[in-house]
T-cell receptor, first 112, second 114 residues
Framework: NAGVTQTPKFQVLKTGQSMTLQCAQD?????MSWYRQDPGMGLRLIHY???????DQGEVPNGYNVSRSTTEDFPLRLLSAAPSQTSVYFC???????????FGDGTRLSIL | AQSVAQPEDQVNVAEGNPLTVKCTYS??????LFWYVQYPNRGLQFLLK??????LVKGSYGFEAEFNKSQTSFHLKKPSALVSDSALYFC????????????FGTGTKLQVIP
């Protein structure tokens, strides 16, 4: 099994550009989440999904959109990139509330 | 709102000595508690979790953690540290009722000195 796959691994954008960070899991997990990791701030939840067609906001949703059309995929869209969105982004999935989360290896995003 | 505190940004320990990484939490209702480890340029990896039952939880790589409800703590421990244990450790909490978001601590960097 591949687990949780994130693409791309690295990306540099200019302010105002848009892009989509891809996340796919092959474990048939219901729950998927997007986090950003910034120095000294741990992981902060951006958006999450409890199943196909169901998404909700986390702590820091502004500037990001998500959709969940299939169980496997949970893309994160940056609508108009800003330097404050420079971060490392992690996607995670789990089978249920009690279960551990499986993380991808992250996307390192720089906004110039 | 639920929260997690990891009071130490960094813990240094000599190889072979016992290690402790501290975590306290605040949550309404019964907590689900997790420890994850992160190696450079990688995602988080699961170490152990407390859901219910025995307060002492054993996990991967010889790590264990003790759930203390009265002190709202879930400290990570290992009897004998290895250099390869050097990494960033995250404590996380989730409320057991309904779907609640997972809240992570800010992380503790563990440095094991040879």
């Amino acid at each position: 099994n591949a687990g949780v796959t994130q693409t791309p691994k690295f990306q540099v954008l200019k302010t105002g550009q848009s892009m989509t960070l891809q996340c796919a899991q092959d474990m048939n997990h219901e729950y998927m989440s997007w986090y950003r990791q910034d120095p000294g701030m741990g992981l902060r939840l951006i958006h999450y999904s409890v199943g196909a067609g169901i998404t909700d906001q986390g702590e820091v949703p502004n500037g990001y959109n998500v959709s969940r059309s299939t169980t496997e995929d949970f893309p994160l869209r940056l609508l108009s990139a800003a330097p404050s969105q420079t971060s490392v982004y992690f996607c995670a999935s789990s089978y249920g509330r009690r279960e551990t989360q499986h993380f991808g290896d992250g996307t390192r995003l720089s906004i110039l | 709102a639920q929260s997690v505190a990891q009071p130490e940004d960094q813990v240094n320990v000599a190889e072979g000595n016992p290690l402790t990484v501290k975590c306290t939490y605040s949550v309404s209702g019964n907590p689900y508690l997790f420890w994850y480890v992160q190696y450079p340029n990688r995602g988080l990896q699961f170490l152990l979790k407390y859901i219910t039952g025995d307060n002492l939880v054993k996990g991967s790589y010889g790590f264990e953690a003790e759930f203390n409800k009265s002190q709202t703590s879930f400290h990570l421990k290992k009897p004998s540290a290895l250099v390869s244990d050097s990494a960033l450790y995250f404590c996380a909490v989730r409320n057991s009722g309904g779907y609640q978001k997972v809240t992570f601590g800010t992380g503790t960097k563990l440095q094991v000195i040879p």
